[in-house]
Structures are given as C-alpha cells and as structure tokens.
C-alpha cells in the first residue's frame, strides 16, 4: 500500500470515529486497490466509450454512410469480415451438434452472423460503417446528439470520481481500544451517504485470522481478515483486505499489550488496596458531550439532547427534534384547515356567534389535544446510558410503557447506521446487541449517532474494567480467606513482628 494512500485512508478514519480519551488510531487498512479495478470496469469504459463518440462525431465523423464515393466490390476488410462470420458458422455447427440444451448461444450466434453478412453486403455496394468528413458532417459538434454524448461522458466521470471516493471510505481501523469495521455507500461526498459502522473491544477480541484464499489473491497482497469476538454475534468480517496479515499482527499485537498492560495495572491496584490500604478512586466516566439544542426560548419544549445528569454520569437522549416537527404537522394542518373552513363558512353562512364561537373552541380543543399527544409521545421514548446499564423506554402518551434494560457487561458489539437523507441531516439509529434473548437495544433517530456511540464504548470499556477489577478482588478476598485459614489451622506459621 503507497504511503499517499494510507494517509488518505488514516485521514478518513480519523474523520468517521470519535476517538475516546486517550485513544488513538493506530493502523487502517481498507480495500485492496483490485478492488476499486473492478468497480471502474463499467464507469471507465462508458467514460472512453462515449467520450471517443463524442469527439468523433465532434471532429467530423458519421455511422453507416452511404454515397461517399468509395468503389463497390470486396475489399481486405470485408474479406476479414468473411474469415469471421466462416469461423462463426462452425462454432455454430459445433453448438448444433451438441443438442438442444445450446439453442440459446446459437440463436445469439446466428443473429451476429445474420448482422455481419448485412455489414458485409452494405461495404459491398459502396456503403461505410464508419466515415469521416469533416466538410460532410460539419455542425455536429454540438448537435443534440453530441450533447447528450457529452453529458454521458460527464455522468460516466462523475460515476469515477464517486467511486474512488466509495472504494477509499471502507476501513478496517485499528486503535488502541477497539477495532471498528467503516463501511460507507456514498452518492455525493459528505452530504448523501449511508454509513454503517461496527466494532469490537480489544478486551473481547478472541482470535484474528487472515487469509489468502487464492494464488491470484496471495500474490497480489490481499485477502479476508476475521476478528473474531468473545461476545455471540460479534464478529467482524473484511473481505478483500489490504495486507491482511499485517493488519492480523498488528491487532493481535495491541491485544497482547492491552492484556498485559491491564493485567499490570490491576495486580499494582489489589496491592495498593488491599495490602498497603491505599485505596484508589475509582473514575466514574465522563458524560460531557456535544449536545443538540434549539433556541433557549424553546427549551421548555424541546429539551437539550442529550439531557446529562453530571452528579449521575447519566445521559438521556430523544429521537432528533425533527420528529417532534414532524408529529405536529397534523395537528397544524388540522388547525389551519379547520380555522380557514370557518372563516370561509362565516363568510357564506352567516352562522351564529354562538355557533361560530363553538366551532372554533372544537378546532383549537383537537389543535391543543393532538399536539400534546404528539408533544408527550416525543418526549416519553428515551435511551438512557448510565455507568451501570442501558435503558430503552417507550411509553405511550398517559398510557402503557415498555421498558427494557440490559448491564454494559451484557453488551456484544455497538454500531451506527445512517441511511443517506438521514446522514446529511445529522440523525441515525444506534444498535447495541447484547448476550440475551432479548434482541437488540435500538436508539432510534438519535443525532449525532456517532458521538452516542462513542459514548456508550467509553462508558462499556470503563465498566468492563472496573468488572475485571471487581473480579480480581473476589479472587485475593478467598485468598485472603484461606490464608487466615491456614493461620487458624497452625498450618503455617504467624509472621512475627
């Protein structure tokens, strides 16, 4: 891989993950350039294809041309011509003898011989395929058919540069953390595109394997890299990776210094606490974030998103406030068609006041209760991340609700989705997918899905160590017990002062 090309990919990566605190991206790999060929087959030959017909026709040429003073008769080319449509008839023969199950290639078969026997009989009496005259076929350059030729060509180099761009935003990162698979489908660069993203914590990481599946693949340099997770349905699969074993050793390699890292840290934390009583504070995670808010003025209705309880380290997210808007057009459609209606009817009918002060109560009545419906519904579908779990609530405007939880201990594998619309709008789900029966915790249209993804792996990473820690302590507690036991049993001797 060119250094120009694994700073592109390193700058991309930095762009599309929220790094955690303290965390950094250490390698990226994405797919091997074989790749992004075979996606340019299409796109490139329509780019030459219609190009080359746009500057032929542009600089003079013409199709099937007849009376342009050319001898009739047999020439090389229509003896050429002959040689294939002979070499045609005995591929057909061939077919013909094999059966029926050949009758498809042979209908294609004959319809070519059928073509190039006309081609043949048109060169024969003096006609042109291809003739170029500038004199002739003066004015095309810019005829409609040239410029929808050209716009073809556009189109076609537009479909290159896109994707280029598609093939270069796939990556496999690296950090010192976790290991995330990126994978984009974009239509026009950072406004529409469809991101998905997935990934897996070093401390779940049970095996990483990389393969070359084929001769073609091993000696060009690319292959499959699975990372496979401890957690069920966790995995990560990059088909077609560049340099797949360097990428395998690099993450094995943080895996190993991950481990023995933390294994140090906890054995140097149980002797500080429990031998020298030297108790150290327990960090709790940090729950600042960048939030979505509107005009103070309308904090009372749309409340700042995520709400962060600091004394908790709790965080409460919304769907985006778009879908607050999006519930009340009905009620506003209601009252406007409802309030143009009366005055249309008092216009006409000359009702009462009384009747007419009546209609109108009724219309803002429904206005008031529909809103506060669609407000209340807003407002009562929460995700809520603490140090401890995840809650997904929803509840039903002053009535039933459904509430699920699950530990951050339970957590399998975190990842963001965006559809094209919803990227350039700043919303997206996050799916959290657990150990349990119970399927997959959704934040549904949250924004900034990818801040809130970062968050819940900082707060998951935090919680899982301080799980190991509590681990570890059950484990010197029994052999703190057993030594006492011992003691007590005059099994070994009590250390003298």
């Known amino acids: 891989m060119s250094n120009w090309l694994r700073f592109q990919l390193e700058l991309d990566a930095a762009s599309v993950i929220d790094l955690d605190t303290n965390e950094q991206i250490l390698h990226v790999t994405g797919r091997h350039i074989i790749v992004l060929i075979g996606r340019l087959v299409l796109p490139l030959f329509s780019l030459f294809t219609f190009g080359l017909l746009a500057l032929y026709r542009g600089t003079g040429g013409g199709f ?41 290639a042979r209908i294609i078969l004959s ?31 810019l005829d409609w058919i040239n410029l929808i030729l050209l716009g073809l060509t ?52 049970q095996d990483v394997g990389a393969s070359t599946e084929t001769y073609a693949k091993h000696l060009l340099g690319y292959g499959t ?73 309308l904090n009372w209705l749309i409340p700042n998103n995520p709400e962060i309880d600091e004394q908790s380290s709790m965080l409460t997210w919304r769907p985006h406030w778009l879908f607050l808007l999006q519930g009340l057009i009905g009620p506003f459609v209601w009252l406007g068609l409802g309030l143009l209606t009366l005055l249309i009817g008092a216009n006409l009918l000359l009702p009462s006041p009384l009747f007419l002060g009546g209609a109108t109560f009724v219309v803002l009545l429904v206005f008031v209760l529909w809103a506060a419906w669609q407000w209340e519904d807003y407002r009562n579908d929460l995700y809520i991340l603490t140090p401890e779990k995840i809650i997904d609530i929803e509840k039903k405007p002053f009535g ?18 965006t ?14 997918t657990t150990a349990g029966g119970g399927g997959a915790f959704t934040f549904c249209r949250v924004p900034r899905p990818r801040d809130v993804v970062a968050k819940i792996t900082e707060y998951n990473v935090r919680f899982k160590r301080a799980d190991k820690n509590r681990s570890l302590n059950d484990m010197l507690g029994l052999l703190r017990h057993y030594h006492d036991a011992q003691l007590e049993r005059e099994e070994i001797n009590r250390p003298t002062l």
């Open 64 to 104: 099937v041309v007849t009376g342009v003073g050319v001898q009739p008769g047999f020439d090389l080319i229509n003896w050429l011509w002959m040689v294939f449509i002979v070499t045609l008839s005995l591929i057909w023969i061939a077919l013909w003898v094999r059966g029926a199950q050949t009758r498809q």
């Open 111 to 141: 319809m070519i011989i059928a073509t190039s026997v006309l081609l043949i009989y048109f060169r024969s009496i003096g006609g042109r395929i291809f003739y170029h005259d500038p004199q002739m076929f003066a004015g095309q350059a």
């Open 154 to 205: 556009l189109l076609s180099g537009i479909s290159v540069l896109f994707t280029s761009y598609d093939w270069l935003n796939d990556e496999l990162i690296l950090t010192n953390q976790r290991v995330i698979y990126d994978n984009d489908q974009v239509i026009i660069p950072l406004l529409l595109e469809r991101r998905q993203q997935q990934q897996i914590f070093l401390e779940d990481v």
């Open 225 to 297: 890299v699975r990372v496979k997770s401890a957690r069920i349905n966790g995995d990560i699969v990059f088909e077609s990776a560049s340099e797949p074993m360097l990428m395998q050793q690099k993450i094995m390699g943080q895996v190993r210094a991950l481990r023995k890292a933390m294994s140090d840290d906890n054995y140097v934390r149980l002797v500080a606490d429990h031998i020298y009583g030297q108790k150290m504070a327990n960090q709790r995670p940090s729950p600042m974030m960048r939030k979505t808010t509107v005009w103070r003025w």
């Open 400 to 417: 039933p609700e459904d509430r699920r939880e699950a530990g951050l201990g339970a957590v399998n594998n975190i990842s963001s989705q």
């Open 419 to 432: 559809t094209y619309i919803s990227n350039l709008l700043g919303y997206g789900d996050v799916v959290v």
